[in-house]
């Protein structure tokens, strides 16, 4: 995509200087779109940003890799953070304000308070990584404290964090309006992760059985399956018969929730986790 004329890119790490900085905006008339992110920026990030765009005046990205949505043996201490290269792609979508708070600052000395959604946040993703949603639920009310923005950004490819922060802001009456965009993908049909980065050329290639199960599954419901357990065993088989991908589990749940269901019939999104070697990848569609 070619790049946006672009006006300059403030970097703010101050929570209180990014407060004043967006108050400003919106004293000044304008509104602002608001897009949370861990950095390592592909097109899947730069997809929100031109959605912000593309529906408010001005766009904030944030870029903060939150401890506390790691697990003790999780990535965090490996995660990419190519600073410089990110500012570079945001600067060239029109995005305007960066927020890349300090963690000393975002979890000061003492630090004790922690959100939890509630059952959204249990199963799935939730019971793979535990203490993950609180750690998410947490930071992203921190980050919409600091960005008092109208509106928020975030992937369809993270669809229970979606539903996570839905609750939330839900639950507590958050002045902010939740988008949820669609997952982008690789030409060959993975899609796209800061974590791709870790696979091996022959992991990548075994990587493409997620997507290409969900592809499978779309192809079987619209040919009248309608047995949640045959489509599931349908996936589990095509991914094994591709090899080294190691299923953590298959939702085939009602969209829009994390009820799993029997039958296929209304709207429904089918989720899957899996590791590839150490790097692990979820990814999901909507059928209906
Ligand atoms: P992360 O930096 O991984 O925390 O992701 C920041 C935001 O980008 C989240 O709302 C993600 O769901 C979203 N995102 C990540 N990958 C994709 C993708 N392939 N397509 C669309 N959104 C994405």
Same mark, same amino acid.
């Given at each position: 995509?070619?790049?946006?004329?672009?006006?300059?890119?403030?970097?703010?790490?101050?929570?209180?200087?990014?407060?004043?900085?967006?108050?400003?905006?919106?004293?000044?008339?304008?509104?602002?779109?608001?897009?949370?992110?861990?950095?390592?920026?592909?097109?899947?990030?730069?997809?929100?940003?031109?959605?912000?765009?593309?529906?408010?005046?001005?766009?904030?990205?944030?870029?903060?890799?939150?401890?506390?949505?790691?697990?003790?043996?999780?990535?965090?201490?490996?995660?990419?953070?190519?600073?410089?290269?990110?500012?570079?792609?945001?600067?060239?979508?029109?995005?305007?304000?960066?927020?890349?708070?300090?963690?000393?600052?975002?979890?000061?000395?003492?630090?004790?308070?922690?959100?939890? !959604? =509630?059952? *959204?946040? /249990?199963?799935?993703?939730?019971?793979? %990584?535990? @203490?993950?949603?609180?750690? $998410? #639920?947490?930071?992203?009310?921190?980050?919409?404290?600091?960005?008092?923005?109208?509106?928020?950004?975030?992937?369809?490819?993270?669809?229970?964090?979606?539903?996570?922060?839905?609750?939330?802001?839900?639950?507590?009456?958050?002045?902010?309006?939740?988008?949820?965009?669609?997952?982008?993908?690789?030409?060959?049909?993975?899609?796209?992760?800061?974590?791709?980065?870790?696979?091996?050329?022959?992991?990548?290639?075994?990587?493409?059985?997620?997507?290409?199960?969900?592809?499978?599954?779309?192809?079987?419901?619209?040919?009248?399956?309608?047995?949640?357990?045959?489509?599931?065993?349908?996936?589990?088989?095509?991914?094994?018969? !591709? =090899?080294? *991908?190691? /299923?953590?589990?298959?939702?085939?749940? %009602?969209? @829009?929730?994390?009820?799993? $269901? #029997?039958?296929?019939?209304?709207?429904?999104?089918?989720?899957?986790?899996?590791?590839?070697?150490?790097?692990?990848?979820?990814?999901?569609?909507?059928?209906?």
């Amino acid at each position: 995509m070619p790049a946006a004329p672009t006006r300059s890119l403030q970097v703010i790490t101050g929570v209180a200087a990014m407060r004043a900085a967006v108050r400003e905006l919106e004293r000044g008339g304008e509104t602002v779109g608001f897009v949370p992110t861990m950095g390592a920026l592909h097109e899947g990030h730069l997809s929100l940003v031109d959605a912000a765009a593309a529906e408010c005046d001005r766009v904030v990205a944030s870029i903060f890799v939150n401890p506390t949505q790691f697990g003790p043996s999780e990535d965090f201490t490996k995660y990419p953070r190519p600073l410089e290269r990110d500012l570079d792609l945001l600067r060239g979508r029109g995005c305007e304000l960066a927020f890349v708070p300090e963690a000393a600052e975002m979890y000061p000395d003492g630090y004790g308070t922690s959100i939890d !959604v =509630g059952p *959204v946040a /249990v199963p799935w993703e939730g019971a793979a %990584r535990p @203490g993950h949603f609180a750690g $998410v #639920a947490t930071v992203v009310l921190k980050l919409f404290e600091c960005v008092p923005a109208d509106r928020a950004y975030f992937g369809r490819k993270d669809y229970q964090q979606t539903l996570v922060v839905r609750r939330m802001a839900a639950d507590l009456n958050l002045p902010i309006d939740v988008r949820v965009c669609p997952i982008v993908r690789d030409a060959d049909g993975l899609a796209l992760s800061s974590r791709n980065v870790y696979l091996s050329p022959d992991e990548r290639r075994r990587a493409l059985a997620l997507s290409q199960s969900l592809r499978l599954a779309e192809e079987i419901i619209s040919g009248g399956e309608r047995d949640a357990l045959v489509v599931r065993e349908r996936m589990l088989a095509l991914i094994a018969s !591709v =090899g080294g *991908v190691g /299923v953590e589990y298959v939702a085939i749940v %009602r969209d @829009g929730t994390v009820e799993e $269901v #029997a039958e296929i019939d209304g709207p429904l999104t089918i989720a899957v986790a899996a590791r590839v070697g150490t790097t692990r990848l979820i990814d999901n569609v909507l059928i209906g």
